[in-house]
C-alpha cells in the first residue's frame, strides 16, 4: 500500500514540473457574458464526458445482459437517458450561444 501511495505520489509530482505560470496574461472574462459562456462551455464539457462514460457502461451491461429481460431493459435505459442527457447539454450550449449573441448585437460588444 505504501509503494502505491508512493508511486501515485510521484507520478502526480511529476506532472507539476511541466506546468508553468502564465506571467500577466489578459483573463478573457472581464465580461458577464465571457464569464456564463466559459462556465457553460466546461459543464457541456464534462456532460458529454460523463455522457460518454455512461454509454460505456451501457454497452457494457447491454452486452453482459445474457438474454435478461431486467438487465437488458436497464442496459437500453442508460444508453437512452446518457443520450437524451448529451442532449440537453449541447441543447444548452448551442440556447446560451444565441442569447450572447443576440445580447452583443442588440446591446453591443
Not at 509530482?13 to 472581464?30: K, M, Q, T, Y
Not at 464526458?49 to 438474454?67: E, K, Q, R
Not at 442569447?99 to 460588444?109: C, E
Request: charged share 15%; hydrophobic share 55%.
Amino acid at each position: 500500500m505504501k509503494s502505491y501511495l508512493r508511486s501515485l505520489f510521484y507520478s502526480l509530482g511529476i506532472g507539476f514540473l511541466w506546468i508553468s505560470p502564465a506571467f500577466a496574461e489578459s483573463a478573457d472574462v472581464a465580461k458577464v457574458e465571457n464569464f456564463i459562456q466559459n462556465i457553460i462551455q466546461v459543464a457541456v464539457t464534462l456532460a458529454g464526458l460523463l455522457a460518454a462514460g455512461f454509454f460505456v457502461v451501457g454497452g457494457f451491461s447491454y452486452i453482459a445482459s445474457t438474454g435478461n429481460p431486467e438487465k437488458l431493459d436497464k442496459a437500453k435505459r442508460t444508453i437512452m437517458f446518457s443520450g437524451v442527457g448529451l442532449a440537453v447539454a449541447i441543447g444548452a450550449l448551442v440556447l446560451s450561444n444565441v442569447v450572447v449573441d443576440i445580447a452583443q448585437k442588440s446591446f453591443g460588444s
